[in-house]
């Protein structure tokens, strides 16, 4: 029996009780010990102010706040990864959550099992991730990308476009660092989602979307006529690399 404790430290911030009970007995199951959990969003922004997390369980209808209003002030103090546990599912609510800086979007009623994937998912490329900045410089943690247009420099999470440098989430840096390796190849959003999210992308397509829209408007001059992430109807996204000087 392996009896390895995951040492990320994760916050749950939801007022049902109940779902915290769930979510902490089912972390715990898969060795999650390092878990702090609190009802209200005064409680969260405190406990995000003077603790460091490995990621941010999140529900949007707190009593005493909006978890969207929450999300911009914690994203004031810290770009750990944020997943939205909540029973708003339309794609409105989708657009409101991942444009303030969320990561992920889980609907409630949720299978337990499917937010320890999601979550097991982030981890372990985040793992991958520090691995590579921890090795060869010639590798594909330390490459930079340098478009003339853009650079994008995957090792220190910086986005340069036009000279001037961009604020991006870790989930936007990942996205186009993927695409970035992968030039001219056409993924499916459900390849995609699988590819970054880490998970099987069925019914995510959105997340992939709304994602793939907030770098367009910080690379494209005209973000309703992309030309560098290119949206083949039916089939699905492709990056075309900027010439530069063009």
């Not at 916050?11 to 878990?35: A, F, M, P, Q, S």
């Not at 829209?213 to 690399?241: C, M, T």
Request: glycine share 8%.
């Amino acid at each position: 029996m392996n009896d390895h404790t995951n040492a990320e430290k994760i916050l749950l911030v939801d007022d049902e009780k109940g779902i915290l009970t769930l979510l902490e007995i089912t972390l715990k199951k898969e060795r999650y010990h390092n878990i702090s959990s609190c009802t209200t969003g005064e409680q969260a922004l405190f406990f995000v102010k003077n603790h460091t997390y490995d990621l941010i369980l999140l529900d949007v209808m707190l009593g005493d706040v909006n978890g969207f209003e929450l999300c911009r002030e914690i994203r004031k103090h810290t770009d750990t990864p944020i997943f939205f546990i909540t029973s708003c599912a339309s794609d409105f609510d989708k657009l409101t959550g991942l444009g303030i800086g969320g990561d992920d979007y889980i609907t409630k009623p949720f299978n337990p099992l499917e937010v320890i994937a999601r979550i097991k998912a982030l981890f372990r490329r985040q793992s991958l991730t520090q691995a590579s900045s921890n090795g060869n410089s010639e590798g594909a943690g330390n490459k930079e990308y340098n478009y003339g247009r853009f650079i994008l420099r995957p090792a220190d999470a910086s986005l340069i476009v036009n000279g001037e440098s961009v604020e991006c989430t870790a989930k936007e840096l990942e996205l186009l660092s993927f695409f970035c390796r992968n030039p001219n190849r056409i993924y499916t959003t459900s390849q995609i989602y699988e590819l970054v999210w880490g998970s099987p992308g069925y019914g995510d397509e959105k997340t992939v979307t709304i994602h793939i829209s907030k770098i367009r408007k910080k690379l494209d001059d005209n973000p309703k006529a992309p030309e560098l992430i290119i949206n083949l109807r039916g089939i699905g996204y492709k990056f075309v690399p900027p010439v530069k000087g063009a």
